[in-house]
T-cell receptor, first 112, second 115 residues
Framework: SQQGEEDPQALSIQEGENATMNCSYK?????LQWYRQNSGRGLVHLIL?????REKHSGRLRVTLDTSKKSSSLLITASRAADTASYFC????????????FGTGTSLTVIP | EPEVTQTPSHQVTQMGQEVILRCVPI?????FYWYRQILGQKVEFLVS????????KSEIFDDQFSVERPDGSNFTLKIRSTKLEDSAMYFC?????????????FGPGTRLTVL
């Protein structure tokens, strides 16, 4: 079974619109982190939210965490064409070491 | 801004050959990691390294893989006898704190192609 699953798998929006991506996981976590990956490139860290936090902001990014539902959402406001990328959530399981579990990703396309 | 670097960016090798992928983590980081991403699939954890030893490894990280920190700056992944299915992007990452506490910073990756 997958620890992290994002939905939707693909999302296409117009520039200026907001984009929301969701991540669900199965077991208790220490923290959850969101990453962006441009096609064929490395992973860029976006934001970390700890298990005792419910919401975090960073610029145009807003992340929420609902540990009771084992889910997180990433909201990108006022999207730009440069936001086109794949977005992944990664979890660190509670009481384990350093192993990251990545989700399958949401492919976001922002149309200029 | 400090960043993780990886060399080479692309490595082509024949099946059965040994390859060494190199990484220079961020200088004050203490935890180091290798991941791989087969084309079109999710990023998979291979191994974590702390205090000069492996702290965790996944089922993928079998006897053909090894990691080393040969000096104060480099962190290497060696694949002893490459197989076709080892073709993937390999990402190195480092973190100042353990994953349960802090974020991991990733390098740009090495694309390994096994022929």
């Amino acid at each position: 079974s997958q620890q992290g699953e994002e939905d939707p798998q693909a999302l296409s929006i117009q520039e200026g619109e907001n984009a929301t991506m969701n991540c669900s996981y199965k077991t208790s976590i220490n923290n959850l982190q969101w990453y962006r990956q441009n096609s064929g490139r490395g992973l860029v860290h976006l934001i970390l939210i700890r298990s005792n936090e419910r919401e975090k902001h960073s610029g145009r990014l807003r992340v929420t965490l609902d540990t009771s539902k084992k889910s997180s959402s990433l909201l990108i406001t006022a999207s730009r064409a440069a936001d086109t990328a794949s977005y992944f959530c990664a979890t660190v399981l509670e009481n384990t070491g350093n192993q990251f579990y990545f989700g399958t990703g949401t492919s976001l396309t922002v149309i200029p | 801004e400090p960043e993780v670097t990886q060399t080479p960016s692309h490595q082509v090798t024949q099946m059965g050959q040994e390859v060494i992928l190199r990484c220079v983590p961020i200088s004050n980081h203490l935890y180091f990691y290798w991941y791989r991403q087969i084309l079109g699939q999710k990023v998979e954890f291979l191994v974590s390294f702390y205090n000069n030893e492996i702290s965790e490894k996944s089922e993928i990280f079998d006897d053909q893989f090894s990691v080393e920190r040969p000096d104060g700056s480099n962190f290497t992944l060696k694949i002893r006898s490459t197989k076709l299915e080892d073709s993937a992007m390999y990402f190195c990452a480092s973190s100042e704190l353990a994953s349960g506490v802090g974020e991991q910073f990733f390098g740009p990756g090495t694309r390994l192609t096994v022929l």
